[in-house]
Nanobody, 121 residues
């Protein structure tokens, strides 16, 4: 099983970044997909979730209206479009997969290695 996140980098406040996560080694369409982040000195926190066939979406209140999660089951990828970025969005972003819908990270089955997003002027 592999989840390979990419797309992180430096963005200015108000700017945009798009993260992508490529999955392999499991039946992608059977799993809910998640983005989770960990800011420096803080615990990991749920960011966004998308159901198996993109019929349902969930977002943390802190990113609602600014971030959009999407998936392509034909390509086994899940993306996170991040707009109107704020300095407090600075974190390592991880993609994860789970068989059941949950904002509790201990329910997730597979994790990627993370990609760093830095929002700074």
């Amino acid at each position: 099983v592999q989840l390979q996140a990419s797309g992180g980098g430096l963005a200015q406040p108000g700017g945009s970044l798009r993260l992508s996560c490529a999955a392999s080694g499991f039946i992608f369409s059977n799993y809910w997909m998640y983005w989770v982040r960990q800011a420096p000195g803080k615990e990991r926190e749920f960011v966004a979730a998308i159901s198996r066939i993109s019929g349902a979406f969930y977002y943390a209140d802190s990113v609602k209206g600014r971030f959009t999660i999407s998936r392509n089951n034909a390509k086994n990828t899940v993306d996170l479009q991040m707009d109107s970025l704020k300095p407090e969005d600075t974190a390592v972003y991880y993609c994860a997969a789970g068989r059941v819908p949950s904002t509790s990270q201990h329910m997730y089955d597979y994790w990627g290695q993370g990609t760093l997003v830095t929002v700074s002027s």
